[in-house]
């Protein structure tokens, strides 16, 4: 049977970090056998790491990486549909792809993240308003269950489990295959248009001006402004580009090769404080003008941060908690200022803030985006006092009819949790069919009551 190493491992916000017995399986037989056996008393599939709390960690418990598990199975040239393994990143993908005129239909804020990590916490990107998330571009996948059986599961076949593991967040097996749509694009470039808003309300304005009109659209908040200004923006609004308008002189479904950085080391948390955010947000807001039509390639548009490695580093060693929640269209407004507001008369602040708007819910059982706009905050995790404010949140987010992402979450309550996510009874009506002892099952799942603690 194979080996597991005990390791000390984190989400993306190095926050909270857990022992876990990491498993590197490279053969489907490895893991019917391991879990067979009853070695651990769960497993939790794990990605690339990228979701920032505890979705991907099982405290004293087994965690499968999937990193053996990347292997492109076919591509259907006329169609763009791709069958590959759940453990391909995002990144392959476009490697593979794009300079053969196909790109991602729906990917998130950076390209690390694997096939089976998009599937299972049902991933957005800047195209919810007109595309919906990741996971409706999924015609199947392949999902083995607790019992060894690996069943196929579409919209027809299998639909309870299917919308069950989508945003299931790895909890109803392992995916092991999935076929999705890529796109057709003619060049690696966006065409983007910025423009400024002078508070909440005007961004709102500008969304809903222009939200037919571009495929793409995001806005960067400056969280730390007040008053009139509360809310002002940059929204940048975007496009495939047609190949007549890239001037790069090469091909153009690629771009140049760019520098890349590292975070070589945890800064010292004081690093990133509400001084050096000031700054920061200031200098952002206003280097930005309003600009048209800029050629733009697609890593600095989608995966602005990418370019850094390990930049979740410069939080510090006791790392950060990204915040995200949705707010439904008639209480955004309200929503938004409230949260803004409680951020900064906390003396907090988040380096980055963004605010999308987003389409309509699809089928998927605890699938996070629904009809409205949603905020993600990053906020570096100083003293402890953080997480009760974080509960205040989450009970403005819910007064609010709102709900909060699993991918970000590292610290709600089971109650918050069940009264954000109405169809949770169903999902695990469909858990308990497939896994009755809790076989799959991570410390977020325990800590939210999804599951039970023990088996
Ligand atoms: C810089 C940055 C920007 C981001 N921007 C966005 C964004 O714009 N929109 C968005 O939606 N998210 C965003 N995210 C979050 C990220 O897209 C998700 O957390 C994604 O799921 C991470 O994929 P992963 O492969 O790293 O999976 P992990 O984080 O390792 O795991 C995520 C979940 O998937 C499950 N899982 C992984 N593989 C499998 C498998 N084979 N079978 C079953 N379950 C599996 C795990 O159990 C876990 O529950 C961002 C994250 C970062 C760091």
């Given at each position: 049977m194979i080996k597991h190493k005990e390791s000390l491992i984190a989400g993306w916000g190095n926050y909270p970090a857990e022992v876990c017995n990491v498993y590197r399986p490279d053969r489907v037989r490895d893991i019917t056998e391991l879990i067979a056996s009853g070695a651990q008393p769960h497993y939790i599939s794990r990605g690339?790491?990228?979701?920032?709390?505890?979705?991907?960690l099982n405290h004293g418990s087994g965690v499968l990486l999937?990193?053996?598990?990347?292997?492109?199975?076919h591509f259907d040239e006329q169609t763009g549909i791709l069958e590959c393994?759940?453990?391909?990143s995002f990144e392959e993908i476009i490697e593979h792809f794009l300079p053969r005129g196909w790109f991602l239909p729906v990917t998130p804020?950076?390209?690390?993240?694997?096939v089976g990590g998009a599937i299972a916490n049902d991933v957005h990107g800047k195209n919810h308003h007109v595309d919906g998330t990741f996971s409706q571009h999924v015609l199947d996948f392949k999902l083995l269950l607790a019992s060894g059986e690996i069943v196929h599961c579409s919209r027809e076949e299998q639909s309870d489990l299917f919308y069950a593991t989508i945003g299931g967040v790895g909890l109803?097996?392992?995916?092991l295959t999935a076929r999705f749509r890529l796109i057709p694009v003619e060049s690696a470039y966006l065409e983007v248009d910025y423009l400024k808003a002078k508070n909440l309300d005007h961004a709102f304005e500008l969304f809903a001006q222009t939200n037919e009109k571009y495929q793409y659209s995001v806005a960067w908040i400056d969280c730390l402004s007040k008053g009139?200004?509360?809310?002002?923006s940059v929204l940048m609004l975007g496009n495939h580009a047609?190949?007549?308008?890239?001037?790069?002189?090469?091909?153009?479904l690629r771009i140049k090769n760019k520098p890349k950085f590292n975070v070589p080391f945890n800064f010292p948390?004081?690093?990133?404080n509400r001084w050096s955010i000031r700054a920061f947000n200031f200098a952002y807001y206003n280097i930005h003008q309003n600009e048209k039509s800029k050629i733009v390639d697609y890593d600095s548009f989608?995966?602005?941060?990418?370019?850094?490695?390990?930049?979740?580093?410069?939080?510090?060693?006791k790392g950060f908690v990204q915040y995200q929640a949705v707010f439904p269209p008639e209480t955004s407004r309200q929503g938004l200022t409230e949260m803004l507001k409680r951020l900064s008369q906390s003396g907090r602040s988040s380096f980055l803030a963004v605010l999308k708007s987003s389409g309509e819910q699809n089928?998927?059982?605890?699938?996070f985006p629904f009809k409205g706009y949603t905020l993600a905050l990053d906020i570096p995790?100083?003293?402890?006092?953080l997480f009760p404010f974080l509960r205040e949140l989450d009970e403005l987010v819910a007064a609010h009819g709102g709900r909060i992402y699993l991918a970000k979450?590292?610290?709600?309550?089971p109650a918050t949790f069940a009264n954000m996510y109405p169809d949770l009874a169903k999902f695990q009506a469909v858990k308990a069919a497939v896994d009755p002892n809790n076989v799959f099952s991570s410390s977020q799942a325990r800590r939210l009551g999804i599951v039970e603690e023990s088996r």
């Open positions: 690339l790491g990228r979701s920032y709390g505890d979705t991907a999937h990193t053996e598990f990347a292997r492109f199975v393994e759940a453990g391909v804020g950076t390209k690390f993240v694997t109803t097996g392992v995916i009139d200004n509360l809310g002002r047609p190949a007549s308008k890239v001037k790069t002189g090469g091909d153009p948390s004081f690093v990133l989608f995966y602005p941060l990418d370019s850094v490695h390990n930049w979740n580093r410069a939080y510090g060693k089928g998927g059982l605890l699938s995790l100083h003293d402890d006092g979450d590292s610290e709600a309550s």
